[in-house]
T-cell receptor
């Protein structure tokens, strides 16, 4: 069974600084997708960024980028120029290609310090 | 224009009652899901439906019964509610497995409190 581990229950960063959230996963599959979701206090789940396992290039979305290390099964999220609106729970998630099921990590609560 | 909507957003009820949560998506997706987020914020899939057919049932108690009248709706009915059912329930939808975009779009969640 696939598992997703987020070892940092809480992180904090100064506004305008950069922070990296860690995620590791365990799978025996070779084709899969990885995601980072953001859940602000409104509790809406918002997709931040996704990575296809077959792509070597790391995904980027504006201030958000990932460091995808397939061999190490690591998928960290880097947030540059942190803003107050980035404060939220961040969930790493895994899905095997062709399978509907999303497996989530336990989340990291990110606090932005003004 | 809400993509995935759920009603109600909040639900407070007593143990033993039966309640339903409704979900609708206007994205034209074929696949819909129910997730449960517990008090520790852990999110776990409960069910997925593909064009009204049950695909995933993650060892959820029989008291939970999803119903999909059409591919745009997936309702969750819960019988004999227990204290442990208190959680936030999320509905989500996506295109068919194998589609390149395949992002799951989540509803706003329903906070269920059982007293």
């Amino acid at each position: 069974a696939q598992t997703v581990t987020q070892s940092q229950p809480e992180m904090s960063v100064q506004e305008a600084e950069t922070v990296t959230l860690s995620c590791t996963y365990d799978t025996s599959e070779s084709d899969y997708y990885l995601f980072w979701y953001k859940q602000p206090p409104s509790r809406q789940m918002i997709l931040v960024i996704r990575q296809e396992a077959y792509k070597q290039q790391n995904a980027t979305e504006n201030r958000f980028s990932v460091n995808f290390q397939k061999a190490a099964k690591s998928f960290s999220l880097k947030i540059s120029d942190s803003q107050l609106g980035d404060a939220a729970m961040y969930f790493c998630a895994y899905r095997h290609f062709g399978n509907e099921k999303l497996t989530f990590g336990t989340g990291t609560r990110l606090t932005i310090i003004p | 224009d809400t993509a995935v909507s759920q009603t109600p957003k909040y639900l407070v009820t007593q143990m033993g009652n039966d309640k339903s949560i409704k979900c609708e998506q206007n994205l034209g997706h074929d696949t819909m899901y129910w997730y449960k987020q517990d008090s520790k914020k852990f999110l776990k899939i409960m069910f997925s439906y593909n064009n009204k057919e049950l695909i995933i049932n993650e060892t959820v108690p029989n008291r939970f019964s999803p119903k999909s009248p059409d591919k745009a709706h997936l309702n969750l009915h819960i019988n004999s509610l227990e204290l442990g059912d208190s959680a936030v329930y999320f509905c989500a939808s996506s295109e068919l497995p194998g589609q390149s975009s395949y992002e799951q779009y989540f509803g706003p969640g329903t906070r269920l409190t059982v007293t």
